[in-house]
């Protein structure tokens, strides 16, 4: 989720997002590491869009916030554009890394999800802001893998994990760490859709949910 801010003077579109980190895993550095994965990936296409009759250059403005003492009631209230919450645990019921629904502003990350690779973060992001798994998951010849694209993506050898491997076979899927934020997905933010009032806009909406440490079951 994020705050728009359009300049019609320096003719640029600037989304605001400000991310909290609590949970056990949760750390100063690993925060800032997050949010500078996320501007990276999402400022990397230096994407331009038109609105009227004017272009404006898109730029993403993201900060993290470590919060360990993080109080519920200011996620549960929080009516903050900005303000996004995310629960950091070395363990996650399902394995993987979420957020709370398309277009929302919290979640949970599992911490080896965002050691293993910077897209982690950026593709959840990528969510958060209201885009979606592509519905096609064989994108073989279509060359370089869109960051919205899940694991378990049919790709080209180059994109796999094991490039030796057979497709859609152990080692034969999309490894995350070979995606990359493309124009197609700044363009599939539909930012020249959005209502500005006084030159902001909001994208993504309010999910609110603060979330408990998930705990292993016992075996």
Same mark, same amino acid.
């Given at each position: 989720?994020?705050?728009v801010e359009?300049?019609?003077?320096?003719?640029?579109?600037?989304?605001?997002?400000?991310?909290?980190?609590?949970?056990?895993?949760?750390?100063?550095?690993?925060?800032?590491?997050?949010?500078?994965?996320?501007?990276?990936?999402?400022?990397?296409?230096?994407?331009?869009?038109?609105?009227g009759s004017?272009?404006?250059?898109?730029?993403?403005?993201?900060?993290?916030?470590?919060?360990?003492?993080?109080?519920?009631?200011?996620?549960?209230?929080?009516?903050?554009?900005?303000?996004?919450?995310?629960?950091?645990?070395?363990?996650?019921?399902?394995?993987?890394?979420?957020?709370?629904?398309?277009?929302?502003?919290?979640?949970?990350? #599992? +911490?080896?999800? %965002? &050691?293993? *690779?910077?897209?982690? $973060?950026?593709?959840?992001?990528?969510?958060? /802001?209201?885009?979606?798994?592509?519905?096609?998951?064989?994108?073989?010849?279509?060359?370089?893998?869109?960051?919205?694209?899940?694991?378990?993506?049919?790709?080209?050898?180059?994109?796999?994990?094991?490039?030796?491997?057979?497709a859609g076979?152990?080692?034969?899927?999309?490894?995350?760490?070979?995606?990359?934020?493309?124009?197609?997905?700044?363009?599939?933010? #539909? +930012?020249?859709? %959005? &209502?500005? *009032?006084?030159?902001? $806009?909001?994208?993504?909406?309010?999910?609110? /949910?603060?979330?408990?440490?998930?705990?292993?079951?016992?075996?």
């Open positions: 989720m994020g705050e359009l300049h019609t003077i320096t003719n640029q579109l600037i989304i605001h997002s400000v991310f909290f980190f609590y949970g056990d895993a949760a750390t100063n550095d690993l925060s800032w590491q997050i949010a500078d994965d996320i501007s990276q990936h999402w400022n990397e296409p230096k994407a331009k869009i038109k609105i004017a272009l404006f250059n898109v730029q993403f403005d993201i900060d993290g916030i470590y919060e360990p003492d993080l109080d519920p009631e200011k996620v549960w209230y929080n009516d903050n554009p900005r303000f996004n919450f995310f629960r950091i645990e070395e363990f996650a019921n399902g394995n993987i890394s979420f957020v709370d629904g398309i277009g929302c502003n919290t979640g949970y990350f #599992k +911490l080896d999800n %965002l &050691l293993q *690779t910077s897209t982690t $973060a950026a593709h959840e992001y990528g969510h958060t /802001l209201g885009l979606v798994h592509p519905m096609n998951l064989d994108i073989r010849g279509k060359d370089t893998p869109g960051i919205m694209y899940p694991r378990g993506t049919i790709v080209d050898p180059p994109f796999q994990y094991d490039p030796n491997a057979e076979k152990a080692g034969g899927t999309l490894n995350p760490v070979h995606r990359k934020v493309l124009i197609n997905d700044i363009e599939e933010l #539909k +930012l020249h859709k %959005l &209502l500005f *009032t006084n030159g902001r $806009a909001v994208v993504g909406d309010f999910s609110s /949910l603060y979330h408990s440490k998930h705990t292993p079951p016992v075996s």
